[in-house]
C-alpha cells in the first residue's frame, strides 16, 4: 500500500543538527513532492518546506532558510529533512507528507507516522 | 504570507450534533482550501480538499464549502471517532495551517 516510513526518533544537544529520513513505498517516488511539517507539544502544524518529486527543487518557508536542507535520494525513494543549529524550540514531532496536486488544489495526501526530536542538554 | 484563522478553537458537542468549523485567510485564496483531522499521537488526515471535495474513503457526514476568504467544514451527525482537531491550511501561496480547532465531548 501506499505509505511513508520515517525514522526513528531522536534527542539531540543544543546547538547539534538533525536528518530524518522518509522512505515511500506503494506509488511512483519521483511522480509527487513531498513536504514537511511540524509540531511542538500542544501546539499546531508548522510546515517547514517542500521538495520536488520530479527533481531537486525546494522550497522552505522564510522562517527556516538557512537552517534546514531538503534532500531525496530517487535511488532509495527516500526523502530527508536536516536541521541545523537546534534549540529547545526545536523539540518537535516531525512529520513527512506526500504532496499531491488534486482538482482545484492541491493537499498532503499521504504522512508519515512522525519522528520525535527532542532538543535538551 | 497568507494567515488562516479558524473559530471556535474549541467546541464541546455530543453525539448526533450538527458542527460547524469556519476558517478565514487573510487575503483571498479562491478555492485553495484543505480541512485535516488528526487524532492525538496520530498523523493528520486529508479530509477535504478544493474546500469542498471529499478525500477517498472519507465519511461523507464531513462537508465543505466556501470561497475567497471564508470557509466552512460541516460534520453532519458527530460520531465518536470524530471527536478530534481540526486543521484548515491553504494551498494558494506556499502552505499555511490554521491554529486547530478541537471538538471535545460534551
Known amino acids: 500500500q501506499v505509505q511513508l516510513v520515517q525514522s526513528g526518533g531522536e534527542v539531540k544537544k543544543p546547538g547539534a543538527s538533525v536528518k530524518v529520513s522518509c522512505k515511500a513505498s506503494g506509488y511512483s517516488f519521483t511522480n509527487y513532492g513531498i513536504i514537511w511539517v511540524r509540531q511542538a507539544p500542544g501546539q499546531g502544524l508548522e510546515w517547514m518546506g517542500w521538495?520536488?518529486?520530479?527533481?531537486?527543487?525546494?522550497d522552505y518557508a522564510q522562517k527556516f532558510q538557512g537552517r534546514v536542507t531538503m534532500t531525496r535520494d530517487t535511488s532509495t525513494s527516500t526523502a530527508f529533512m536536516d536541521l541545523r543549529s537546534l534549540t529547545s524550540d526545536d523539540t518537535a514531532v516531525y512529520y513527512c507528507?506526500?504532496?499531491?496536486?488534486?482538482?482545484?488544489?492541491?493537499?498532503?495526501?499521504?504522512w508519515g507516522q512522525g519522528t520525535v526530536v527532542i532538543v535538551s542538554s | 504570507d497568507i494567515q488562516m484563522t479558524q473559530s471556535p478553537s474549541s467546541l464541546s458537542a455530543s453525539v448526533g450534533d450538527r458542527v460547524t468549523i469556519t476558517c478565514r485567510s487573510s487575503q483571498t485564496i479562491s478555492k485553495s482550501l484543505n480541512w485535516y483531522q488528526q487524532k492525538p499521537g496520530k498523523a493528520p488526515k486529508l479530509l477535504i480538499y478544493?474546500?469542498?471535495r471529499l478525500q477517498s474513503g472519507v465519511p461523507s457526514r464531513f462537508s465543505g464549502s466556501g470561497s475567497g476568504t471564508d470557509f466552512t467544514l460541516t460534520i453532519n451527525s458527530l460520531q465518536p471517532e470524530d471527536f478530534a482537531t481540526y486543521y484548515c491550511q491553504q494551498s494558494y501561496t506556499s502552505w499555511t495551517f490554521g491554529q486547530g480547532t478541537t471538538v471535545e465531548i460534551k
Open positions: 521538495i520536488s518529486g520530479y527533481n531537486d527543487n525546494t
Open positions: 507528507a506526500r504532496w499531491a496536486t488534486l482538482v482545484r488544489s492541491d493537499a498532503f495526501d499521504i
Open positions: 478544493g474546500a469542498s
